[in-house]
C-alpha cells in the first residue's frame, strides 16, 4: 500500500510516496548518496566479519529494516542504521528504505545509542564513550538519564569508571582485547601501576575474568596485611622512641609474633649505673 503522507514540515513536497510500516509509520526507498553518516554515531568498530556477512545478506535479500535519517539541507543525515547504510554500499545499492524524523544533535546520539544498545552493537567502551557525551549535551545527571534510557543507574556508572582508566586498557577494550568483566576489575584497583601489571598478566596469560577476579582479591589480601604491619611497625617505633626520651638513651624494640625483646644501650658504666637506678 502506498499514500501521499507528511512525515515532517514541507517533507510530503519531497517524499512523494511512502510505504506503510507495520506500526502505521512510512518510509520510502533514497538514493544511498543523498544520506551522510551520523556525526553522532556511539559505534566506533565496525567488524570486518560481521560486515562482510551482512553486506552477503543485503546482497541476496536487501534492506528489511528502514534507516532513520533526519533531513538537511543537502539530503539525509543518518540517526540509526549506519551499519545497514555502509553495508548496502558495499553491496551496490542503489536506495534503500528511510524513515525521517526530524531531531536534535543531542536526539540523534540519544536515539543512535538506544538503538546500539537494542541490538548490542556497542563493545563497553563506545557505550561509555556515549553515555558521558549524552550527559556533557543535556547537562542531566545519571539518573535523569539512566530513566530516558531505561537502564539502571549503577550500570551507567559502572560504565563511566571505564573512562577513568589508562588510555592504553580503553583501546584494548575498544579492540576487544579485554572484556567489560576483565574492565570492571581493574577499574576496581587502586593505582594505575597496578591496573596496567594485571593487564600485562591478562594479556600475556590470556586469563579469565574469574580469574582475574581471584588474583585481584589474593593481591588485596596482600596489600591489607601489608599495611596491617605497617600500623603495627609504626605503633613499635612509637613505643621505642618513647622509652628513648623516658630513659635518654637509644632503644629498639624487635617483635616477633607475640613475643619480642627491648633493648637499652649503655655507653659508659656511669650510665649504666644511672639506668639501673631507673629500675629498682
Not at 126 to 146: F, G, I, N, P, V
Request: hydrophobic share 40%; aromatic share 4%; proline share 4%.
Amino acid at each position: 500500500m502506498s499514500s501521499r503522507k507528511a512525515l515532517g514540515k514541507g517533507l510530503s513536497a519531497l517524499i512523494p510516496e511512502g510505504d506503510y510500516l507495520a506500526d502505521g509509520g512510512t518510509f520510502f526507498q533514497c538514493p544511498v548518496e543523498s544520506i551522510e553518516p551520523n556525526p553522532f554515531q556511539p559505534r566506533q568498530k565496525f567488524g570486518e566479519k560481521e560486515m562482510a556477512e551482512l553486506v552477503e545478506s543485503v546482497k541476496e535479500k536487501g534492506i528489511l529494516t528502514p534507516l532513520l535519517v533526519s533531513k538537511t539541507d543537502k539530503g539525509y543525515r543518518l540517526i540509526a542504521g549506519e551499519r545497514r547504510w555502509r553495508a548496502a554500499q558495499k553491496a551496490g545499492l542503489a536506495r534503500v528504505p528511510v524513515v525521517v524524523r526530524e531531531s536534535t544533535p543531542v536526539e540523534s546520539l540519544e536515539l543512535a545509542l538506544i538503538e546500539n544498545i537494542h541490538r548490542r552493537d556497542l563493545n563497553a567502551l563506545e557505550e561509555a564513550l556515549a553515555y558521558q557525551r549524552l550527559l556533557e549535551d543535556t547537562k542531566s545527571s545519571q539518573e535523569a538519564l539512566a530513566k530516558r534510557l531505561g537502564k539502571d543507574r549503577t550500570t551507567i556508572t559502572n560504565m563511566l569508571r571505564l573512562l577513568k582508566l589508562p588510555k592504553i586498557i580503553q583501546q584494548d577494550l575498544l579492540e576487544d582485547r579485554l572484556t567489560m568483566g576483565h574492565a570492571r576489575v581493574l577499574a576496581g584497583m587502586a593505582t594505575r601501576e597496578e591496573q596496567l601489571a594485571m593487564r600485562e598478566a591478562i594479556l600475556k596469560r590470556a586469563l579469565s575474568v574469574r580469574q582475574v577476579e581471584a588474583l585481584a582479591k589474593r593481591k588485596q589480601d596482600v596489600g591489607r596485611a601489608e599495611e596491617k604491619n605497617t600500623i603495627k611497625d609504626a605503633y613499635i617505633r612509637s613505643l621505642a622512641e618513647n622509652l628513648k626520651r623516658s630513659l635518654g638513651t637509644k632503644v629498639e624494640i624487635t617483635r616477633r609474633g607475640k613475643q619480642g625483646r627491648i633493648t637499652i644501650f649503655f655507653y659508659s658504666d656511669d650510665e649504666l649505673d644511672r639506668l639501673l637506678e631507673r629500675f629498682p
